[in-house]
DNA sequence: CTGAAAGCGCTAACAT
DNA sequence: ATGTTAGCGCTTTCAG
């Protein structure tokens, strides 16, 4: 077994007392002592039980994180953004992945109310009212990063969907685009879905653009989904010639579908993505895209987590609203009109 | 604070010993006990510690994951595919997000040891000194996955490098090209490194293809890297006509550099890479590649590693060996020669 | 079938 | 400056 602190103890001629001094830091240990229970404690290769630790402190330094989908461009670079900060403050990920499995979620919540979690991320907005009453009656700091579900009662840290989804239409129209296609994702979701379709409708509407129902579709967020909602606009009569997809990887499906008819971006159709994932410069052309500030995202969304579990009382109580940035690449072209 | 089992004890007027009991699923309850103390349970949203239960069951069900770039394809992927294993036998995962950053490596592989982790993963193979001697006298069970380091005295999960390394070659070969460039890895990396590059080099000798010390290069596994190094194997005279790339990331990255010097793939150069990443099917042309059973991998990891954990006694000492299959897809055509 | 009590490995008063 | 001791919340003998 594992050597335990009365084992440093006894062999360094001290009291367990001490050797925990040591182990915190405290000072009130004579340097000669300090010095000969480090040395048993290498010897030993002592590590001191976290487990216990928590046990008493009362306090893990564990987060537990719900990722909709690991393998996602978006959320693995969020995620690797909140380990980044975590670790930088000591605090350790317990992650949960989850592929629309609400059961999964359920458990893993519970597993991380049992584990005595500091504090959740979560960063999808599906809830279901399980998981909703489950959440509202934790005790455990909850945080949610890029989505804000409907009557939260927690902080969430976002962009202004609406806004961005606004402006990267604007953009399309004033490339001299009109028949501006819309690739959505979840309706059911307000930050995701609603925001960013209003957003679209609401920027043609300003600006005289007609909305053509026929232009509209809704997906799911993935390649796939946007492959196959594109497939469906290219039937359309007259085609569009631009498209807005509310993510990165609908984008590059679409990229993808129209590919594969033989026709070209941006010549024939110009395409906007969302998100600034790392597929914006992997693809051919380069996706134009909305982005979202990942990577601050994630810091600010540990950050704040972290004054909430340090600080109860702590309360933004106000969303984290950071700032969208259209960056353009190659995707786009002014449109010419026909006559 | 959150209830104890003390607490639900009083509350269902029995001992903290019965309430144990009926946590654990054990017989030897009277129904209308049990049916009591659950609703107290329910009433109060008692969840047991998993903390406390740790500390004497001294089992965590926590196994440590140390990924070496959450945001490449590949590792999420197989990430994913860990998750979900472990979740499904009840062990939670500690990740850790290693970015060439020795130092927060062995600071995670001690808090691993300090939260008395039941088992560690490891997935890459770049040890330093440090790390290795670590590990070496850490005593709980490591595996590693989809690497295999030097000297090493645990088991990994991989495929034949070599080998297949050797097939990707080959099927260059077969269709007719002499001039084949490789874009390596790290030679330091046994496993991705050497491996890979000798079977390519055999490849060539086996089938009397003349070997262009000007055609090989090497790099990180990285799009960037894939992109810069194809940038000089374009400036060879005879520019080559094949690449066989060591990751779908550096292949993509050289397919977009191709690309950017208005270049055509397959027609001016074809291209192979390795993994089976979803990347090879995000990009245009398609890219074929070399693929390793990534979902297979992870599960296998997973299943492996708990038969260590439950069985110490158990060692495979030999390693888990899976297949590589070539996938192809649009990224290759025959070559004709020119005369 | 049920309960009392002894730890699991550590920290934190409280003494000295 | 150092040691004694009482828990932290649970499981697990061992009695009954």
Redesign the interface.
């Known amino acids: 077994m ?1 050597p335990k602190i009365k084992d440093v103890a006894k062999i360094a001629g001290v009291s367990v007392t001490t050797v925990s001094r040591v182990l915190n830091g405290e000072k009130y240990v004579k340097d000669d002592l300090k010095a000969k229970v480090k040395r048993v404690i290498d010897e030993l ?1 002592y ?6 630790r ?2 008493v402190r009362k306090k ?1 330094n564990l987060i537990g994180v719900i990722v909709p ?3 996602s ?1 978006f959320y ?2 969020i ?2 953004s909140i ?2 900060t975590a ?1 930088l403050n000591d605090y ?6 989850i592929i629309e499995d609400t059961d ?1 979620e359920l ?2 919540l ?2 991380f ?4 979690v500091d504090g959740i991320i979560i960063m999808h907005e599906k809830l279901s009212d399980d998981i909703r009453s489950f959440i509202n ?1 934790l ?1 455990i700091p909850v945080i949610f990063s890029s989505v804000r579900p409907v009557d939260h009662k927690f902080v969430s840290v976002i962009i202004d969907d609406y806004e961005a989804a606004y402006d990267a239409t604007r953009y399309l129209i004033e490339l001299g685009h009109e028949r501006i296609a819309f690739i959505g994702g979840d309706m059911r979701d307000i930050t995701s879905g609603q925001n960013r379709y209003v957003g679209y409708r609401n920027a043609l509407k300003d600006h005289r653009v007609r909305t053509v129902n026929d232009y509209i579709r809704f997906g799911d967020y993935k ?1 796939q989904s946007g492959y196959n909602l594109m497939k469906e606009l290219l039937a359309c009569e007259p085609r569009p010639t631009a498209l807005f997809a509310v993510s990165d990887d609908m984008a ?1 499906g679409a ?2 579908c129209i ?2 008819h033989q026709l070209k971006v941006p010549d024939d159709i110009s395409i906007i993505g969302f998100d600034g994932s ?2 914006t410069e ?3 052309p380069r996706l134009s895209s909305m982005e979202q500030p990942i990577q601050d995202m994630g810091k600010i969304t540990v950050d704040t987590l972290i004054e909430l579990i340090s600080d109860p009382t702590f309360s933004p109580r106000e969303d984290l609203i950071l700032g969208h940035k259209l960056v353009v690449r190659d995707s786009c072209r002014a449109y010419q009109t026909e006559r």
Not at 92 to 97: G, Q
């Open positions: 594992a290769g590590a001191p039980s976290h487990i216990a928590s046990l893990t989908d690991l393998t461009s693995s670079t995620l690797s380990e980044e670790s350790n990920l317990l992650v949960c992945n999964k458990k893993y519970n597993v109310k049992e584990m005595r009656k005790d390649t590059v990229m993808n590919h594969d790392q597929l992997l693809v051919r």
